[in-house]
C-alpha cells in the first residue's frame, strides 16, 4: 500500500509561481511512476507531468515550457514547480504513483490562478 500526501496549492494571481510536492509513503519500490494530473470543473482528469524512477520525464503540451518535475528518491517525494502560470491552469491537482500494476492517488490540492 502506497499513501501520497499532497501540499502546495493556492491562490496565485497569472503570471505567477507555485510548488506542489506529494510526499509517498509506504510500500514504494522501483520501477515506479509518479506524477500530477489535474482535473477542471467539468473537465476530465488529464496528465500534467510524469516522472519514472529512472529519471525520464513526459509533460503535456499545455505546460511543456512551464511547469518541470523533478523527484527526490532519498525523500520518496516528487515536486511539480509551476511558473508562468494561467488562469487555464485553475484545476485540483493529484498526484499519481504507479507501481508494478497498482495506482494510488493523493487528496488533491487546490490550484486556482485569478486576479
Known amino acids: 500500500q502506497v499513501q501520497l500526501v499532497e501540499s502546495g496549492g493556492g491562490l496565485v494571481q497569472p503570471g505567477g509561481s507555485l510548488r506542489l510536492s506529494c510526499a509517498a509513503s509506504?510500500?514504494?519500490?522501483?520501477?515506479?511512476?509518479m506524477g500530477w494530473y489535474r482535473q477542471a470543473p467539468g473537465e476530465q482528469r488529464e496528465l500534467v507531468a510524469s516522472?519514472?524512477?529512472?529519471?525520464?520525464?513526459n509533460y503535456a503540451d499545455s505546460v511543456k515550457g512551464r511547469f518541470t518535475i523533478s523527484r527526490d528518491n532519498a525523500k520518496k517525494t516528487v515536486y511539480l514547480q509551476m511558473n508562468s502560470l494561467k488562469p487555464e491552469d485553475t484545476a485540483v491537482y493529484y498526484c499519481?504513483?504507479?507501481?508494478?500494476?497498482?495506482?494510488?492517488w493523493g487528496q488533491g490540492t487546490q490550484v486556482t490562478v485569478s486576479s
Open positions: 516522472i519514472t524512477s529512472g529519471g525520464s520525464t
Open positions: 509506504g510500500s514504494i519500490f522501483s520501477p515506479y511512476v
Open positions: 499519481h504513483a504507479r507501481v508494478t500494476t497498482y495506482n494510488y
